[in-house]
Nanobody, 117 residues
Framework: QVQLVESGGGLVQAGGSLRLSCAASRRINIDRLYTMGWYRQVPGQPRELVAQINRADTTEYADSVKDRFTISADNAKNIVYLQMDSLKPEDTALYSC?????????WGQGTQVTVSS
């Protein structure tokens, strides 16, 4: 079993930045790793994909965060990062990471990001 632990959330003013990190409890061989991604959810709304990166470092972003957020990964350490710049109040949500692997999908418990206007 793999556990994912997120960190880096918090309260920030609009226009500010935060960097989220997500680390796996044990090493996953890159050959078994499909994608690492970040999702967010606001109460009462479905969870949405924010950004994801695959083992070839190909990235994908939600339109709402393009040019503001950057996803990166340290495959050797199984850590994925989300650099969030120019934050907006509508970015407020619980952010969770997800690793999709040959062993199945693993989720973190989430870290809250709150952006004040």
């Amino acid at each position: 079993q793999v556990q994912l632990v997120e960190s880096g959330g918090g309260l920030v003013q609009a226009g500010g930045s935060l960097r989220l990190s997500c680390a796996a409890s044990r090493r996953i061989n890159i050959d078994r790793l499909y994608t690492m991604g970040w999702y967010r959810q606001v109460p009462g709304q479905p969870r949405e994909l924010v950004a994801q990166i695959n083992r070839a470092d190909t990235t994908e972003y939600a339109d709402s965060v393009k040019d503001r957020f950057t996803i990166s990964a340290d495959n050797a350490k199984n850590i994925v990062y989300l650099q969030m710049d120019s934050l907006k109040p509508e970015d407020t949500a619980l952010y969770s990471c997800k690793f999709s692997t040959t062993m199945g999908a693993f989720w973190g418990q989430g870290t809250q990001v709150t952006v004040s206007s």
